[in-house]
């Protein structure tokens, strides 16, 4: 509720308090661009139906009035008046004191450590969640807040990965196809089905962007061994940042270089940091992948000393063990990882048997859409 409404710089700001004592104050330029009403945005998809260009580059308010516990705006010179509702305009406020420290992320990402997520890893079963919303929605915010989740009851045949990608989105295809095998004996006939352990990482950080989704499904899993495991990138990065500031600084203010030239007709190749900040200084993306790294090249020479103690001390603390989440997938099973902050790793195996996994890559914005939309119906049904 809107108590007070008081005009300040000549028109060009105001400054409004609300009945629990807060203020925000708000600039008249900002108020005139995200008028609600249908001359400005479009009364059946809410997009803007201006440009920035209409409006007056000296829009003043002329006049406010609190009315109804709404505020109601005179803009001059265009003598236009627009309503603003008082929770609409509360949840918007940008007049806030807080300072956010470098590696910041938002209130729906939870960081977790072995510690705080073994016992408790995110799962659902793919009946469940097709047939009921907010099993769907309890598992796709897990997804937002944890990086992962684990699916069951996927039935265990090709492609039935593709049942969990589409309970959110679609399937991001690339040249590895719409999905890729991850297959493996003990005695492999081919290298590549190597049996060996593969140190955390994230995938394809030479991709720009990166694949921001990607799910992992078993079809077969009768190996001795080869249990996945999962690494916050978050806690891990925050780990760093805490112990030594400048290392941290360091991977994040500098790109690396990711490449991957394995198949022909390919050459895919990347310029990020392995911790990349937003402009203000939110974590947004860790890439760690110790077999696509390329040899950096934007680090100064007077740096590289320090760059590399930094990359190995990430490296370090992303095979502590008090960092781990293991679990041993089975047929049937699929986990989801944002491949933007969660690690995952595979422990070597051994044994008669066989391991094989299908991997695919979706998109988080889709995720994130898909969850977001469901929230809105739930809450809608809820008013
Ligand atoms: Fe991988």
Same mark, same amino acid.
Request: glycine share 8%; net charge negative; charged share 25%.
């Given at each position: ?6 005009? $300040?710089?000549?028109? /060009?700001?105001?400054?409004? *308090? @609300? ?15 995200? !008028? ?7 009364? =059946?998809? =809410? ?6 260009? &209409? ?13 109804? +516990?709404?505020?109601?705006?005179? %803009?001059?010179?265009? =003598?236009?008046?627009?309503? %603003? #509702? ?10 806030? !004191?807080?300072?956010?420290?470098? $590696? @910041? ?16 890893? #995110? ?8 047939? &009921? ?5 309890? @598992?796709?915010? !897990?997804?937002?807040?944890? =990086? %992962?989740?684990?699916?069951? $009851? ?42 060996? +352990?593969?140190?955390?990482?994230t995938d394809n950080p030479y991709r720009d962007p990166v694949p921001t989704l990607q799910i992992l499904s078993c079809i077969e899993n009768t190996v001795d061994g080869g249990e996945s495991s999962v690494v916050d990138g978050f806690a891990v990065a925050a780990?760093? /940042? ?6 941290? +600084? ?7 270089? %990711? ?5 022909? +007709? ?6 990020? #940091? ?6 203000? $200084?939110e974590l947004i993306c860790i890439r760690f992948n110790n077999r696509s790294l390329a040899p950096a090249v934007d680090v100064p020479f007077a740096e590289m000393g320090k760059y590399y103690a930094a990359y190995r001390r990430f490296a370090e603390l992303i095979?502590?063990?008090?960092? *781990? ?14 491949n933007t902050r969660v690690m995952h790793a595979r422990k070597a195996f051994s044994g008669s048997g066989k391991r094989w996994l299908q991997g695919c890559y979706a998109d988080k914005d889709g995720l994130l859409s898909t969850l977001a939309a469901i929230e ?8």
């Amino acid at each position: 509720m809107l108590t007070g409404a008081v005009i $300040g710089d000549e028109g /060009q700001v105001i400054e409004l *308090e @609300w009945r629990d004592g807060a203020r925000a104050r708000f600039h008249a330029m900002w108020l005139r661009d995200n !008028a609600l009403d249908d001359k400005t945005r479009s009364a =059946g998809n =809410g997009q803007r139906l201006i440009t920035i260009l &209409d409006i007056p580059a000296d829009t003043r308010i002329g006049s406010a009035m609190v009315k109804a +516990g709404a505020l109601e705006v005179g %803009f001059v010179p265009e =003598g236009k008046t627009v309503t %603003f #509702p008082a929770a609409w305009l509360r949840d918007h406020a940008y007049d806030r !004191a807080e300072t956010r420290q470098p $590696g @910041w992320t938002g209130e729906t990402v939870q960081r977790w450590t072995k510690a705080t997520m073994q016992d408790r890893v #995110p799962r659902a079963s793919l009946a469940a969640a097709s047939r &009921d919303r907010s099993v769907l929605r309890q @598992w796709l915010a !897990a997804v937002r807040a944890y =990086g %992962f989740a684990v699916m069951d $009851g996927v039935p265990a045949e090709s492609g039935a990965l593709c049942k969990v990608s589409d309970l959110f989105g679609y399937i991001r295809e690339t040249n590895y196809g719409r999905w890729f095998e991850v297959r493996a004996e003990v005695n492999p006939s081919n290298l590549a089905y190597t049996n060996l +352990g593969l140190q955390a990482h994230t995938d394809n950080p030479y991709r720009d962007p990166v694949p921001t989704l990607q799910i992992l499904s078993c079809i077969e899993n009768t190996v001795d061994g080869g249990e996945s495991s999962v690494v916050d990138g978050f806690a891990v990065a925050a780990a760093l /940042q805490a112990e030594n500031p400048e290392g941290f +600084g360091l991977l994040s203010s500098y790109a690396a270089r %990711f490449e991957y030239a394995g198949s022909s +007709g390919v050459r895919l190749q990347a310029k990020r #940091p392995m911790i990349e900040l937003g402009p203000d $200084g939110e974590l947004i993306c860790i890439r760690f992948n110790n077999r696509s790294l390329a040899p950096a090249v934007d680090v100064p020479f007077a740096e590289m000393g320090k760059y590399y103690a930094a990359y190995r001390r990430f490296a370090e603390l992303i095979e502590d063990p008090a960092f *781990e989440v293991t679990f041993k997938l089975e047929a049937g099973q699929a986990f989801i990882v944002d491949n933007t902050r969660v690690m995952h790793a595979r422990k070597a195996f051994s044994g008669s048997g066989k391991r094989w996994l299908q991997g695919c890559y979706a998109d988080k914005d889709g995720l994130l859409s898909t969850l977001a939309a469901i929230e809105h119906e739930f809450k809608e049904a809820a008013e």
